[in-house]
């Protein structure tokens, strides 16, 4: 069932989002090209000045212009996205049709988490490679300098080995579990509000906001416990990164915050759950 819940989600999404999605990384071409006609016409024209009243320059800015648009565009509908469809899909006139189906509670707050992780995911994937489009507006000198710099980095990867990659895999598996975290961060924030009779948007930013001071505060304690407990000799080794302990602690360190996301995402499952089991009033 919670396979057809993420379907359902999916559709709507897809319906969405993919024309943002195209459209982003074609504009981001578009405006890349732009830019280096013109960064080549002012080369050939001697004077920035003479460029001024050609078309391209209009084109240019046009693009730039649309391309700042649809990025912010994208990251405006993204959050409403992950705010919207937990807030309408549970908390208001929908919840009662949702609620009548033959699911549990956490299977509705899995499917609208997964669905919203996946979009926020694409969408960050979508960004960075329309942003990497932007490249060819540079010169071909900045692409060689590009390329030597390349070099240099696969030379300490080598020496590194596998644990390089090993570092990756958890630095990735680390910024999803961190966009999970934030999505229910969010549905946790959202639920706690409705204990706000009459209130119920201010009573979920109060307990968002709330939260984030809690959970700071505690991951501020065990970051000094962590201080105390690991080797003096690994933090130095860290910072100057001379030998085997420095990747030791970077592996470590990763894993620590895995586990510290893990927990809060589990938290914050536990507490949407409970109040949508058993505290749950629709609007």
């Known amino acids: 069932m919670l396979g057809k819940l993420m379907k359902y989600d999916m559709k709507s999404m897809f319906r969405t989002f993919v024309p943002v999605?195209?459209?982003?990384?074609?504009?981001?071409?578009?405006?890349?090209?732009?830019?280096?006609?013109?960064?080549?016409?002012?080369?050939?024209?001697?004077?920035?000045?003479?460029?001024?009243?050609?078309?391209?320059?209009?084109?240019?800015?046009?693009?730039?212009?649309?391309?700042?648009?649809?990025?912010?565009?994208?990251?405006?509908?993204?959050?409403?996205?992950?705010?919207?469809?937990?807030?309408?899909?549970?908390?208001?006139?929908?919840?009662?049709?949702?609620?009548?189906?033959?699911?549990?509670?956490?299977?509705?707050?899995?499917?609208?988490?997964?669905?919203?992780?996946?979009?926020?995911?694409?969408s960050v994937v979508v960004g960075i490679f329309s942003c990497l489009l932007l490249t060819v507006a540079f010169t071909d000198e900045f692409f060689l300098e590009l390329m030597s710099f390349w070099s240099y980095i696969k030379k300490d990867i080598g020496e590194i080995g596998a644990v390089f990659w090993l570092q990756a895999v958890l630095f990735v598996l680390l910024m999803i579990a961190g966009m999970v975290k934030s999505i229910y961060h969010v549905y946790a924030a959202m639920s706690l509000g409705q204990l706000f009779e009459g209130h119920r948007v201010v009573g979920s930013c109060v307990s968002y906001l709330g939260i984030s001071m809690a959970f700071s505060v505690i991951m501020v304690v065990l970051s000094i416990i962590m201080n105390l407990v690991i080797p003096e000799g690994w933090l130095y080794d860290y910072y100057n990164y001379v030998n085997g302990s420095a990747v030791t602690f970077s592996v470590v360190y990763m894993l620590f915050l895995l586990l510290i996301t893990a927990v809060q995402i589990i938290v914050f499952h536990i507490i949407t759950e409970r109040i949508l089991s058993t505290r749950l009033n629709l609007e």
């Open 21 to 122: 999605w195209l459209l982003a990384p074609v504009i981001s071409l578009m405006l890349g090209l732009s830019v280096r006609s013109m960064i080549a016409w002012e080369k050939n024209s001697g004077s920035a000045l003479e460029f001024s009243g050609y078309g391209i320059g209009l084109i240019t800015i046009v693009m730039a212009l649309l391309f700042t648009g649809v990025m912010i565009g994208l990251t405006v509908m993204t959050i409403l996205f992950v705010i919207q469809r937990f807030w309408n899909g549970l908390l208001k006139e929908e919840g009662y049709l949702m609620f009548t189906l033959p699911v549990k509670p956490w299977e509705l707050i899995t499917s609208k988490g997964l669905t919203a992780t996946i979009i926020t995911c694409i």
